[in-house]
């Protein structure tokens, strides 16, 4: 088969495959992230059938993957969300931190990866997946809920952090030594505070440069500057996903929203194909052994993000409930653990397997924490109040303060594309979020 038959019969069955696998983890409600995974997974070396000619495309697909994935989520924020939520959400951000990152890098260090492999483990742990979780969101109907701009903000603070961790991390990786790598983070943090000014004091007019009445002037410009900063980004060893990630930050407005109408089809494509690609690069023979570690270290890590959503929601005095819930829904990792472990396995191609694994697990528990956490709590605690007698912690929660879970948003307050955020609704009871109607 002529070289270029054979690619497209491989990128067309690819394609068709991702499109298949979409629907059915969207009627079993489930991500598709696993999916796209396993499907690398069966078609990578060592898999079912493996795939020769579309590996180049594939390679290069998952790069552009990378980026608009990073652009999506820069446009979801304007600068001035960032620095505010800086200011309020910095100690959250920080036993975020500590709490899972830790995991992960005490794990590396036990399994005898050394100091790059702690560092590039530790990423995978630390970071959630606001891609699943903003999805979780939506579909539990909890956008108006009062704890979801504290999760939103902790998701910021964390998407924020990668522009120093990351060129710290591509710097190790490297075998740079003390001084090229503070020179990295030196480049990588002006680079954001540079582009944070601009943001903020000239948003208006870079939006403006970049508006167009028709879309396809306005797709070809963003994703062009898109593509030219990343690779610059990329030269300067700031990465390209963080350059990708500003490029939306500058953005705002009309320009932010018509952008994220015309890319995000493009994004859905190409993330899949950057999930596929990852599990390509990846030996399923090599997954069963670290099944063991990826178990422990899931569990461990569930209970720290639970902990650090906890804390986030009562430090904003939200009530017993929605800490819960804020805590259950930061449990996925997904797209950043990925990018992280993508960029490490060069270097220690042993935190590929278990990164995968890791992720899997993660993955499909996350959308279950996210709705069954609180109900669960919930069922503790009244299960050891009637034990303690006299119906003490069962009893039905007052009004004024059930109104602690719920709050409401502002009216006429607006988000970055400059459209009313819908008024709050109540969140739901532990019994309505059992009910079958929910599931």
Same mark, same amino acid.
């Given at each position: 088969m002529h070289d270029t038959t054979a690619l497209l019969v491989e990128l067309g069955s690819v394609i068709l495959g991702l499109g298949l696998i979409g629907r059915f983890a969207g009627r079993i409600g489930l991500s598709p992230i696993p999916l796209y995974l396993l499907a690398g997974l069966a078609f990578g070396e060592g898999g079912l059938l493996p795939l020769g000619a579309s590996e180049e495309f594939t390679a290069v697909g998952a790069e552009i993957g990378v980026i608009l994935l990073l652009l999506l989520l820069g446009l979801e924020y304007s600068a001035s969300e960032l620095v505010t939520s800086l200011? !309020?959400?910095y100690p959250s951000g920080a036993v975020d931190f500590v709490l899972n990152a830790t995991p992960g890098a005490v794990a590396a260090l036990l399994l005898g990866w050394g100091p790059v492999g702690a560092v590039a483990l530790a990423g995978v742990t630390w970071i959630s997946s606001s #891609?699943?979780?903003?999805?979780v969101l939506t579909d539990l109907g909890?956008?108006?809920n009062r704890e979801t701009p504290v999760i939103l903000g902790v998701l910021v603070i964390e998407d924020l952090s990668m522009a120093v961790y990351l060129p710290l991390l591509t710097a190790m990786l490297a075998g740079v030594g003390l001084a090229g790598g503070s020179i990295a983070l030196l480049i990588a943090l002006g680079t954001v505070g540079f582009v944070l000014y601009l943001a903020l004091r000239h948003g208006r007019l870079i939006s403006r440069a970049?508006?167009?009445?028709?879309p396809e002037m306005l797709l070809l410009v963003v994703l062009g500057l898109t593509v030219l900063v990343a690779g610059v980004a990329q030269e300067l060893q700031v990465s390209a996903a963080v350059g990708a990630f500003l490029v939306g930050i500058a953005l705002s407005g009309e320009v932010a929203e018509g952008a994220r109408k015309l890319l995000t089809p493009l994004r859905d494509l190409f993330a899949a194909v950057f999930f596929v690609f990852f599990g390509l690069?990846?030996?399923?023979?090599?997954?069963?052994?670290?099944?063991?570690?990826a178990a422990l270290l899931a569990v461990v890590t569930v209970l720290t993000k639970?902990? !650090?959503? %906890?804390y986030a929601a009562r430090r904003a005095g939200i009530g017993s409930r929605g800490r819960w819930r804020a805590g259950g829904t930061l449990v996925a990792r997904g797209e950043f653990s990925i990018v992280i472990a993508g960029l490490a396995v060069a270097t220690e191609p042993r935190i590929g397997p278990i990164a995968t694994a890791y992720v899997l697990i993660l993955v499909i528990v996350g959308p279950l924490t996210a709705r069954w956490t609180q109900p669960v709590v919930a069922k503790i605690q009244? %299960?050891? #109040?009637?034990?303690?007698?006299?119906?003490? #912690?069962?009893? !039905?929660?007052k009004s004024s303060s059930a109104g602690k879970d719920v709050g409401t948003a502002r009216s006429g307050s607006t988000g970055k594309d400059g459209g009313e955020v819908p008024a709050a609704r109540p969140a739901p009871t532990a019994q309505e979020e059992l009910a079958p109607d929910r599931l």
């Open positions: 200011k !309020t959400q #891609g699943v979780i903003a999805k909890r956008l108006g970049v508006s167009s009445d028709n690069s990846t030996n399923p023979a090599e997954i069963p052994p670290v099944l063991l570690p639970i902990a !650090t959503g %906890w009244a %299960w050891r #109040g009637r034990d303690g007698g006299a119906g003490k #912690g069962s009893g !039905t929660a």
